[in-house]
């Protein structure tokens, strides 16, 4: 269990940090929710973020739905049922007596402020070593979350650009999670916007053909009279 005291030994993390954080410090980067960015986001929450958070409002069986292989679930889950909850590693008591609080729930981090996905990124990638040697972070300054990906100690622009895919992907799958029926919803949008489409041309052309017998009658009746 040491490992997961570097998790939550911290903990204001990043829900109770979104409350204050300078939207003007957030990087300006575009967060992906493809399939791929969400299967590697996926495996980054389960096996790291799970350490201490939880993601309530998902289910081990919604991770199929965006690609993830069942070997890897089954290895995440152990022996919950699919439809379990994704809950964190660390016992809701455990962590309270430990560090003096639950760490918060990461379903709706992103839905909770605005720019959610860009601010999951920014605070994983904005860790810092200040002057005095602690460690800091841009957009949230005076954070108490431990720096989880490592940014702050990454030696070389290869190690700072592979965390920050790490971090978009993280970001992405937490968008995602926010709101996992967001894409049916638009499929299923485009689709009632097209019915409506052709709805109304059918109709424009039914009162087109009516109107143009009403009006062909009265016409008659004019000339008659």
């Given at each position: 269990m040491k490992g997961l005291g570097?998790?939550?030994?911290?903990?204001?993390?990043?829900?109770?940090?979104?409350?204050?954080?300078?939207?003007?410090?957030?990087?300006?980067?575009?967060?992906?929710?493809?399939?791929?960015?969400?299967?590697?986001?996926?495996?980054?929450?389960?096996?790291?973020?799970?350490?201490?958070?939880?993601?309530?409002?998902?289910?081990?069986?919604?991770?199929?739905?965006?690609?993830?292989?069942?070997?890897?679930?089954?290895?995440?889950?152990?022996?919950?049922?699919?439809?379990?909850?994704l809950l964190s590693l660390t016992p809701a008591d455990m962590a309270r007596a430990s560090y003096g609080k639950v760490p918060p729930d990461l379903s709706l981090i992103t839905a909770a402020r605005e720019h959610g996905g860009r601010f999951v990124y920014s605070v994983l990638t904005g860790f810092y070593a200040d002057d005095n040697g602690n460690t800091n972070n841009h957009a949230f300054p005076g954070i108490a979350m431990p720096d989880v990906l490592g940014y702050s100690f990454a030696g070389t622009q290869e190690q700072h650009r592979q965390i920050e895919r790490t971090a978009a992907d993280a970001a992405g799958f937490l968008v995602w999670a926010a709101d996992p029926n967001a894409a049916f919803r638009m499929k299923l949008g485009s689709a009632v916007i097209l019915y409506l489409v052709i709805l109304t041309v059918l109709l424009y052309l039914w009162k087109r053909r009516i109107w143009k017998d009403v009006d062909h009658d009265i016409e008659n009746s004019i000339r008659e009279s």
């Open positions: 570097l998790w939550a030994a911290g903990a204001l993390l990043l829900f109770n940090a979104g409350v204050h954080a300078d939207t003007a410090a957030l990087k300006d980067v575009s967060i992906s929710t493809d399939a791929d960015t969400l299967r590697r986001g996926a495996e980054t929450i389960a096996t790291l973020c799970m350490n201490c958070h939880s993601l309530k409002y998902l289910k081990y069986r919604d991770l199929l739905n965006i690609g993830v292989d069942r070997d890897s679930l089954d290895l995440w889950k152990g022996d919950k049922d699919l439809n379990a909850p």
